[in-house]
Nanobody
Framework: QVQLVESGGGLVQPGGSLRLSCAAS????????MGWYRQTPGKERELVAH????????NYVDSVKGRFSISRDNAKRTVYLQMTSLKPEDTAVYYC???????WGQGTQVTVSS
């Protein structure tokens, strides 16, 4: 069955960096579009970034452009989200998503605070 397992979240000071990882199994990863989303209490889950199976076709929400970078390693069946210059407003639970399906990871908390 499809499994998406995120890791790498935590507490970081403003201006710091984190790298999230999502290990995938149970589907043809190299042909699948993957995405990172985030959600804060009382708000809808929002897209952060998407990446095609080829590693091309990158797409980012405006608020993270120039600071976040999505990438993937198809051999490791893993998608990454490198986050730099983090701001308090980036605080959220971050989810990995198999785009076009109902499959989501369990989420990993990212807290940006001094």
């Amino acid at each position: 069955q499809v499994q998406l397992v995120e890791s790498g979240g935590g507490l970081v000071q403003p201006g710091g960096s984190l790298r999230l990882s999502c290990a995938a199994s149970g589907f043809t990863f190299e042909f699948s579009r993957m995405g990172w989303y985030r959600q804060t209490p009382g708000k809808e889950r929002e897209l952060v970034a998407h990446i095609l199976g080829s590693g091309l076709g990158l797409n980012y929400v405006d608020s993270v452009k120039g600071r976040f970078s999505i990438s993937r390693d198809n051999a490791k069946r893993t998608v990454y989200l490198q986050m730099t210059s983090l701001k308090p407003e980036d605080t959220a639970v971050y989810y990995c998503h198999l785009v076009g399906t109902d499959y989501w990871g369990q989420g990993t908390q990212v807290t940006v605070s001094s």
